[in-house]
């Protein structure tokens, strides 16, 4: 086990100073250090995240993608093969919000249909790409490298409108994920069956034809996404009076024991019967359940 970090470098726009794990300012601005949190040892260098915690100490957990200096007193082995070097990873990032939300919107669509209808679907959209016959839609995945810069909806208007064509995300059933999966970003769709959560992570079950699939919420989750805390009890309300609950979720997948798990880095990324984890605890507010 590493030592966990109390405090951290923030550097940024030539400002330099020393933080604490325990610093309100760090609690109420997440956001403002997001980034720019880096380890207090000289020359390491390596990127820290703010974790903060309710019920024990708040602290500060290295970037998953920096390792420490070899003579760091923060650094640590990593786990061999949790996450293994992708570049997809790195693409999963940079795929537009606007896309990811059109994608999750998609999934839950389809997960209402019959097979009938889904294989209409798919019958209409192949004629269609058939009269299309646009060259430039198939291949070149060299030109995926042009759009992994694009952030926002806006650029991708733009690349749209150049003629690019944004990384793809592909869609899985809980049934359906195979190794080739492993290491890349899928979005994953199954049955709610059962829902664990502490105050720093959540892991939900899904289900689809007696395959199961554990969706992870893990620290780096909860880092980027701190308004969540706290809200993972409203999910299992939800299940418990309701049936067959559908959940969409956006994450890298690996494979660490039989099952296949789906990491979710923020919560834009998932979606409960279509709504956002916000969006349900809000419902529950205003007593509309
Ligand atoms: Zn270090």
Redesign the pocket.
């Known amino acids: 086990m590493a030592i966990s970090i109390t405090s951290a470098i923030y550097k940024h726009e030539g400002k330099i100073k020393e933080i604490q794990s325990n610093n309100k300012d760090l609690q109420e601005n997440t956001l403002t250090y997001k980034g720019h949190l880096f ?1 207090t ?1 000289p020359n ?1 260098n ?1 990127r820290l995240v703010y974790v903060h915690r309710t019920a024990k100490a708040s602290y500060f957990r290295t970037w998953q993608k920096d390792d ?2 070899h003579n ?1 007193i ?2 640590f082995e990593r786990v061999e093969n949790r996450l293994g070097k992708n570049t997809e990873n790195t693409l999963n990032v940079e795929i537009s919000r606007s896309r990811k939300k059109e994608a999750l919107n998609d999934a839950y669509r389809k997960s209402q249909m019959t097979e009938q209808d889904l294989e209409e679907e798919r019958k209409r959209n192949r004629d269609r790409k058939k009269s299309k016959k646009n060259p430039k839609s198939k291949g070149k995945e060299n030109s995926t490298a042009v759009n992994m810069v694009m952030k926002d909806g806006i650029q991708e208007e733009e690349a749209k409108t150049r003629g690019h064509r944004g990384p793809h995300l592909l869609k899985r059933n809980a049934n359906a994920l195979t190794e080739k999966d492993i290491g890349k970003p899928r979005l994953v769709i199954g049955f709610i069956k059962d829902i664990e959560y502490t105050e720093a992570t959540a892991t939900i079950t899904i289900e689809k034809n007696n395959s199961t699939v554990y969706v992870k919420f893990e620290e780096v989750f909860f880092a980027n996404s701190p308004e969540h805390l706290g809200l993972f009890h409203f999910i299992e309300k939800y299940m418990k009076k309701n049936e067959n609950v559908i959940l969409t979720a956006i994450g890298d997948v690996r494979k660490p024991k039989d099952n296949y798990e789906v990491v979710v880095y923020d919560g834009e990324e998932f979606r409960i019967e279509n709504m956002t984890l916000i969006t349900l605890a809000a419902r529950y507010a205003r007593k509309d359940f």
Do not use: E, I, V
């Open positions: 380890c040892t390491c390596a420490h200096l760091c923060f650094m």
